[in-house]
C-alpha cells in the first residue's frame, strides 16, 4: 500500500515536502470533478497472441474499427491478432468515435505481467477465484503520487491473458454518492457473496479525519460498482475506522473481515479479524487482535484457507517499525487452525528487499485449478509511483507451509523468458552495483562502473548465436561476459553483437558482467540464433 497513517504522522515533515512539491503536477494531470470524461480509464484493455479471436460487446448502434488491420483485423464485432504490437479499436455510435480498447499482441509472460504501453500500475493486489478465473482488485499508481482517485480490476482465465474493462470505480464518479469527490483512494479488495459483487475501499487519509471503510455492489466482478455505503458496527452503528479492509467467507459460508485499525502510534500497527455479516455490518464483539502472533506487522492482513488451514498474508517491515524504519519489503504469513487464531508466525513468502529500489510490497496468495500463487507488486524500474502486479507460483511442504520464493524476471512463464523477443532490463532481480532508471519507453538499468545483472529466468533454445542490446552511452561499455547457470558462454569488447557458445537448452539462470568506462544504461537485451 502506501505509508500508513501512523507512519505519515511521525513523518509529516518530509511527506508534507514531497506532497507540496508532486502537488501541482498532480492537478495537472488528474481530471477535475467535472470532467470525468478525460480518464485514461475509461477504455478496456486486452492481450491476444497472434490467431487469437474474441468477441466485443454487440451493442445496437456500435460499429467497431482497428486504428492498424494488419496488427488486429476486426469483422463486426469480432477482433483476430494477426501480428506483435498494439493497436486501438474505436466504437462509433450516434454520439461519434471514441477509443474503446487497447488491444496488445504477442505480450511475453514475465514480471511485472502487464505491457508497458498500458501504464497501468497496479499494486495492493488482492487476488481472489471468481468461477475459475483470477480477479485482482488494487490500487492504481498514477502521476506523481501513491495511488489515484482510481479502482481499476483485472481478469486473466490462465495468468496468461490478463484484461482490463476500464476503471472499476473512481471518486470522480458523479454517479455515486461519495462525501470526497475527486479525493485519491487507496487499496481495495473485491468480493462475492449472495449474486452480487462488491468492492471495498478507504480514501486517502487527510489530517483529522479517520480512516472509514466503505462498500460499494456490482453484478459484474470488474465493475463499474455502485451503491456507496460505509462498513459499520453492529453496537455502535458508525463507520468502521481501519485501512486496507479485505473479506474472507469460510466453508460454511460465515464472512469475515480482516483490517487495520487506525493508531496513533507506529509501535501500535496490528490487525484485527470479526465477522461481517450479509449486510457489511461488523460483529463489533467478535473483533479479534491479531498483534500478540505477527511479527513487525506494516499493514494489509489478507486471509485464506487450504484444507484445514487459515493462512493470514501480510506485510511485514523489515525489524522494528521505528520513525527511521517503515518500509515493509517482506511478503509473510501466520498460520492457524481456527479462523481467530492463535496464530503461528511462519516467515517470509517473498521479500524485495534485495531488489534496487523497490519501494515496498503488499499482496495476497489464490488458488487457480490445483496450483498456487503468490500476487506482489514490485516498483516499474524501480520507480515508487508505478507499482506493478507481479505474481510467481508457489508450493506447500507436507505440513502446509508455504517454500519461499524468490522474485523472477519470468513469472508463470514455466521454462522462462523466450528468447525469440526482447528481454527488457527491468525485468533483472539479482546482482550488485546497477540501479533501475524510469527513463525511455522501457525504462533502463543504469551501470557506472563494474556490475552484474541478473535474469531469473531464459528458456534458451540451444541455438542462440550472439545478443545485442539496446540502450545509451553504449560506447562505455569496455567488456561483457554472459553466463547461463553460471557458466561462460559468450563475451566481448565495446557495444557490438556478444558472439555465444555452448548455450545450453532449456531453463537458466542469464547473469551478464559489465565492466564500462563510464555510464552505461541498459534498456533490452536481443538474441540471434
Known amino acids: 500500500m502506501k505509508n500508513r497513517k501512523t507512519i505519515r504522522k511521525i513523518s509529516v515533515l518530509v511527506l ?15 481530471p477535475s470533478v467535472s470532467d470525468k470524461t478525460t480518464s485514461p480509464w475509461d477504455k478496456r484493455y486486452y492481450m491476444m497472441n497472434i490467431g487469437d479471436s474474441r468477441e466485443l460487446p454487440a451493442n445496437e448502434g456500435i460499429a467497431y474499427s482497428s486504428a492498424n488491420e494488419a496488427i488486429v483485423a476486426v469483422s463486426g464485432n469480432k477482433v483476430t491478432a494477426k501480428s506483435d504490437g498494439d493497436c486501438l479499436i474505436y466504437a462509433t455510435d450516434a454520439g461519434g468515435k471514441r477509443e474503446f480498447a487497447l488491444i496488445t499482441v504477442g505480450w511475453q509472460l514475465q514480471n511485472p505481467v502487464l505491457p508497458y504501453s498500458w501504464k497501468m500500475y497496479v499494486p495492493d493486489d488482492e487476488a481472489h477465484n471468481f468461477g475459475g478465473k483470477i480477479y485482482i482488485y488494487g490500487s492504481l499508481d498514477y502521476s506523481d503520487t501513491f495511488c489515484s482517485p482510481y479502482y481499476i480490476s483485472l481478469m486473466t482465465p490462465d495468468l496468461k491473458r490478463w484484461e482490463s474493462h476500464g476503471q472499476s470505480f473512481s471518486s470522480f464518479d458523479k454517479d455515486v454518492y461519495q462525501p470526497f469527490p475527486g479525493r485519491i483512494l487507496w487499496d481495495s479488495d473485491g ?6 459483487y462488491h468492492l471495498y475501499g478507504f480514501f486517502e487519509w487527510k489530517e483529522g479525519e479517520e480512516n472509514w471503510t466503505f462498500v460499494l455492489d456490482s453484478d459484474n466482478p470488474m465493475g463499474p460498482f455502485r451503491n456507496f455505503r460505509w462498513v459499520v458496527g453492529d ?6 475506522d481501519g485501512i486496507s479492509t479485505e473479506v474472507f467467507t469460510d466453508n460454511d459460508g460465515q464472512r469475515y473481515t480482516t483490517y487495520s485499525p487506525t493508531m496513533n502510534a507506529v509501535e501500535d500497527n496490528h490487525a484485527v479479524i470479526a465477522r461481517l455479516n450479509a449486510a457489511d455490518v461488523i460483529d463489533e464483539s467478535s473483533v479479534t487482535d491479531t498483534k500478540p502472533y505477527l511479527k513487525d506487522f506494516y499493514e494489509a492482513s489478507s486471509l485464506r484457507r487450504r484444507d484445514d488451514t487459515y ?7 523489515c525489524g522494528k517499525i521505528t520513525d527511521k524504519n517503515h518500509t515493509p519489503k517482506r511478503l509473510s504469513y501466520a498460520t492457524s487452525k481456527n479462523i481467530f487464531g492463535p496464530y503461528t508466525y511462519r516467515g517470509v513468502i517473498i521479500t524485495v528487499e534485495d531488489l534496487p529500489g523497490n519501494i515496498n510490497i503488499q499482496g495476497s496468495i489464490e488458488h487457480l485449478g490445483d496450483d498456487w500463487y503468490v500476487f506482489y507488486h514490485r516498483g516499474l524500474n524501480g520507480a515508487w509511483n508505478k507499482r506493478s502486479l507481479c505474481v510467481e507460483k508457489i508450493s506447500f511442504d507436507n505440513d502446509g507451509l508455504i517454500i519461499p520464493v524468490s522474485p523472477t524476471s519470468s513469472g508463470v512463464a514455466v521454462n522462462g523468458l523466450e528468447t525469440s523477443k526482447p528481454i527488457y532490463f527491468n525485468t533483472a532481480v539479482s546482482g550488485k552495483n546497477y540501479f533501475f532508471e524510469d527513463k525511455g519507453e522501457t525504462g533502463q538499468v543504469t551501470v557506472q562502473s563494474n556490475a552484474e545483472i541478473g535474469f531469473r529466468y531464459i528458456n534458451f533454445s540451444g541455438k542462440e548465436k550472439a545478443l545485442t542490446f539496446t540502450g545509451t552511452n553504449l560506447d562505455n561499455i569496455a567488456y561483457i561476459k554472459v553466463f547461463a547457470n553460471g557458466r561462460l558462454i559468450g563475451g566481448g569488447r ?3 553483437e556478444i558472439a555465444l557458445t555452448k548455450v545450453p537448452k532449456g531453463k537458466s539462470e542469464l547473469v551478464i558482467t559489465v565492466f564500462t568506462t563510464g555510464d552505461v544504461g541498459f534498456e533490452s537485451l536481443k538474441f540471434r540464433k
Do not use: D, M
Open 16 to 30: 508534507t515536502a514531497c506532497i507540496t512539491f508532486f502537488s501541482s503536477a498532480f492537478a495537472q494531470q488528474t
Open 191 to 196: 468480493h462475492y457473496y449472495n449474486g452480487v
Open 235 to 240: 453496537k455502535s452503528g458508525k463507520p468502521v
Open 311 to 317: 493462512y493470514l498474508v501480510y506485510a511485514e517491515n
Open 494 to 496: 565495446g557495444k557490438g
